[in-house]
């Protein structure tokens, strides 16, 4: 197009010609915007576009990219994940599992629903994670976040959560790229990854990397930068990229990225997050989600890493000799249900917990 329905001349757009690789991309976002095209978590559901100060409409300057800092560096030892690591909700005290004698060495704590329950994070920040969930193991705290909570958060509020919370690890905090925004705008967050990481090495909590970017490109920098600080447990959010199928695409680049980044592969360690399912062309990799007690809820069952419904006829009629079941079959939990649902879902969110904390393959009779 010579002259877009902004107004302006496409060919001298900022963010449509090429003046340089990180702000090339395939279509004009402002054109599809005038058109009527939302993006998700971009410029729908809400009120105000996160890119407004990226569009050329309205005559607005292109903000300066933030400048990285001089990176410090630290010795960092591994956080040590098991295979598979459950996410709790720490607003659910049905998922709290230890209560009912179920064992794991390590959860995630999500810091978004915290911040979005005041007297919970009241009461967790003047006990601590540990007292105020009762819970022996190591507690790692995920700040793996909707947008709107990333934004009113600056390196100050974090110290004083972690600092008031007292996790045994933390992520450093989560930022948001989109394969459909202007590269500029995900190069500006990844920048932003990298600083906070840098600033975080002032904590004495241990740290916990994180796989961020738009593109292969960014994930590379952002996890070379974070290797340099001398990070050495990485966790990537995969929930979305599982679920539309698109893993494949990044996941083989980043274990290339970070085995090249160091010298022994034992050296670093990566986590899954958002994805409770193994994967089998990946070893060594470990995995943290919800879904054990999401699931549950609805009356899905775990077989081998796989869920199914109670009535699926594939499963339906299984014994399962797990800790939950004790021989108990999907039958006999669907009985229970319509006798004590409480009692049923408990079982049932058990059982999926421990079939996903093995992680390996059961023999079918």
């Given amino acids: 197009m010579k002259k877009g329905r902004c107004g302006a001349d496409c060919g001298k757009c900022p963010y449509f010609r090429k003046l340089c690789i990180g702000c090339v991309i395939e279509t004009c976002l402002v054109d599809k915007c005038i058109k009527g095209t939302s993006y998700t978590g971009i410029t729908h559901p809400r009120s105000f576009c996160r890119l407004r100060p990226y569009c050329p409409i309205g005559g607005k ?4 990219p933030i400048p990285i800092p001089p990176l410090a560096g630290r010795k960092m030892a591994k956080v040590g994940f098991p295979r598979f690591v459950p996410e709790i909700d720490v607003a659910d005290e049905r998922s709290w599992f230890w209560r009912d004698g179920f064992q794991a ?79 500029y705008q995900s190069w500006s967050q990844n920048i932003r990854l990298v600083s906070l990481a840098n600033d975080f090495l002032k904590l004495d909590t241990p740290l916990i990397g994180l796989v961020k970017g738009a593109n292969l490109r960014q994930m590379d920098w952002a996890l070379r930068k974070q290797v340099e600080m001398g990070y050495a447990s990485f966790a990537m959010p995969a929930r979305e990229l599982f679920e539309e199928e698109r893993l494949d695409e990044f996941l083989p680049y980043v274990l290339i990225s970070l085995k090249r980044s160091y ?53 339906r009629f299984e014994e399962c000799y797990c800790e939950a079941c004790g021989g108990m079959m999907p039958q006999d939990i669907i009985d229970l249900w319509f006798e004590d649902k409480e009692r049923a879902m408990k079982t049932l969110a058990a059982h999926n917990l421990l079939d996903l904390s093995r992680l390996k393959r059961r023999k079918r009779r």
Avoid: C
């Fill in 61 to 64: 300057d292109r903000p300066p």
């Fill in 105 to 183: 060495s390590a959860v995630f704590a999500p810091l978004w629903q915290l911040l979005t329950n005041e007297k919970i994070l009241a009461h967790a920040s003047s006990k601590g994670l540990h007292d105020y969930l009762g819970f022996d193991g190591k507690i790692l705290l995920s700040t793996v976040m909707p947008d709107e909570l990333i934004d009113r958060l600056e390196t100050k509020d974090y110290f004083r959560l972690i600092n008031d919370l007292k996790p045994d690890a933390t992520m450093i905090p989560d930022n948001y790229t989109y394969t459909d925004a202007p590269l």
């Fill in 263 to 315: 010298r022994v592969r034992e050296d670093f360690e990566l986590l899954l997050y958002g994805v409770g399912q193994k994967l089998r062309n990946y070893k060594d990799i470990s995995y943290s989600s919800l879904s054990w007690f999401l699931r549950a809820k609805h009356g899905e069952y775990y077989w081998d890493g796989l869920f199914y419904d109670l009535r699926d006829p594939v499963i």
